[in-house]
């Protein structure tokens, strides 16, 4: 259950009862504990007092990451939402196992992440179809927002790569248009992009056992 140290835990739907009795009680005993969950550590869960939550990955629609991101600051004092976003989460959306609704879904929060010229809180309220409402101070109204540098390029590129891998035939000019203009990161998300697709195998078995093929 511990993933090191005395005040950080992790919490799934793979746990027991007892286990998750024993985390949650230990949570809400904690002034400073960290908690890293899934989904599974629900709604009806009510820490008062949890000061910042993290998104490691994008949540599947604007309703699960208000629902995720307002576990914190119950109590009415400050607190934090960060939303950890990269190239890989355009690939995702992009992902032909997402159904049309799910898309959208997906879409609409992609959108509202991306978009750093508009009030977080008020893109929040419109995709919810509510009256904007006063801002607290988020990233955009406070001028903070991070990202790295050329991020937004790097990541219009990689897409552009992506596709004109899909459209190529032949393994090695595959293999020259996933390394070209692209970092060995990138490529290796191209990579694992296109083997959850079935757009190309991991060879199982005989002398080729772990290359890539068509």
């Given at each position: 259950?511990?993933?090191?140290?005395?005040?950080?835990?992790?919490?799934?739907?793979?746990?027991?009862?007892?286990?998750?009795?024993?985390?949650?009680?230990?949570?809400?005993?904690?002034?400073?504990g960290i908690l890293c969950a899934t989904c599974a550590y629900g709604m009806g869960i009510d820490?008062?007092?949890?000061?910042?939550?993290?998104?490691?990955?994008?949540?599947?629609?604007?309703?699960?990451?208000?629902?995720e991101s307002g576990r914190a600051g119950r109590d009415r004092n400050p607190a934090e939402a960060i939303l950890l976003l990269s190239p890989s989460d355009r690939l995702t959306g992009n992902s032909k196992?997402?159904?049309?609704?799910?898309?959208?879904?997906?879409?609409?929060?992609?959108?509202?992440?991306?978009?750093?010229?508009?009030?977080?809180?008020?893109?929040?309220?419109?995709?919810?179809?509510?009256?904007?409402?006063?801002?607290?101070?988020?990233?955009?109204?406070?001028?903070?927002?991070?990202h790295q540098a050329g991020w937004h390029n790097e990541m219009t590129e990689l897409i552009k790569k992506r596709r004109r891998i899909l459209n190529t035939s032949g393994a090695a000019k595959m293999a020259a248009a996933i390394h070209a203009g692209l970092t060995r990161k990138d490529a290796a998300e191209v990579l694992d992009e296109l083997l959850a697709e079935g757009c190309i195998r991991k060879i199982r078995r005989g002398p080729w056992k772990g290359r890539l093929t068509l």
């Open positions: 259950m511990r993933l090191g140290g005395e005040n950080i835990f992790f919490y799934h739907a793979g746990l027991d009862k007892h286990e998750k009795a024993k985390i949650e009680k230990w949570f809400f005993g904690s002034e400073d820490k008062s007092n949890i000061r910042t939550v993290i998104h490691y990955n994008l949540s599947p629609s604007v309703e699960a990451y208000l629902q196992d997402l159904a049309d609704a799910a898309y959208s879904r997906y879409a609409a929060l992609l959108g509202f992440a991306e978009n750093t010229s508009r009030c977080r809180r008020e893109s929040l309220m419109r995709l919810l179809g509510a009256e904007p409402e006063t801002c607290f101070g988020c990233d955009v109204c406070r001028n903070t927002v991070r």
